[in-house]
């Protein structure tokens, strides 16, 4: 059974930078055609998908935050850490991490699913 | 704004058969595989439909998904009243390196 915890602080202040670790157990990133994702849902919004690492430790961004965001995995501890610096009342949202699978074609990826999801942590920013 | 589009809103009445579309681009739905997700009030979402058409263990076959070219269809069959849920689609998006992308959303009501 793949299960996912979301842990950071539930209030930083602008321009601080927040760092949320999702704690996953049931699986390993050194599997071939795993990840972790995070996704964000502002209050009452859509979700929007932020970052997700591999398991052989690629990484890939949202165009619009990336300069923003850091994500890296520590396998021996089952763990995915997330960064996002400079952050501003707007970046209030619940963040989820979610396990990761990769479809693969002989022509290369074709999608991914995240079919495991953490119960989300909310982060306020204010002062 | 949301790279795939989506209804706002969408209703049914029990027993009904409603649909909710999602449009994106060559870039996303256009090359990459379509996954549903449901999201019920105060819970994290649910994987529903994954690589199209697929559904999950447990998930009833009351749902069903499509593609064609660059949009998706989520259909529910039989509506009950606990459908009542956000319903978001997903996709992979090969610009800009490679991200993923969701639609804004569609709150579906059931009357």
């Known amino acids: 059974q793949i299960t996912l915890k979301e842990s950071g602080p539930t209030l930083v202040k602008p321009t601080q930078t927040l760092t949320l670790t999702c704690t996953f157990s049931g699986f390993s990133l050194t599997t071939s055609g795993v990840g972790v994702g995070w996704i964000r849902q502002p209050p009452g919004k859509a979700l929007e998908w932020l970052a997700l690492?591999?398991?052989?430790?690629?990484?890939r961004y949202s165009p619009s935050l990336k300069s923003r965001l850091t994500i890296t995995k520590d396998t021996s501890k089952n763990q995915v850490v997330l960064t996002m610096t400079n952050m501003d009342p707007v970046d209030t949202a619940t963040y989820y991490c979610?396990?990761?699978?990769?479809?693969?074609?002989?022509?290369?990826?074709?999608?991914?699913?995240?079919?495991?999801w953490g119960q989300g942590t909310l982060v306020t920013v204010s002062s | 704004q949301s790279v795939l589009t989506q209804p706002p809103s969408a209703s049914g009445t029990p027993g009904q058969r409603v649909t909710i579309s999602c449009s994106g681009s060559s870039s996303n739905i256009g090359s990459n595989t379509v996954n549903w997700y449901q999201q019920l009030p105060g819970t994290a979402p649910k994987l529903l439909i994954y690589s199209n058409d697929q559904r999950p263990s447990g998930v009833p076959d009351r749902f069903s998904g499509s593609k064609s070219g660059t949009s998706a269809s989520l259909a529910i069959s039989g509506l009950q009243s606990e459908d009542e849920a956000d319903y978001y689609c997903a996709a992979w998006d090969d610009s800009l390196n490679g991200h993923g992308v969701f639609g804004g959303g569609t709150k579906l009501t059931v009357l």
């Open positions: 979610a396990h990761n699978v990769y479809e693969f074609t002989f022509g290369g990826l074709i999608g991914i699913y995240s079919d495991s």
């Open positions: 690492i591999y398991w052989d430790d690629d990484k």
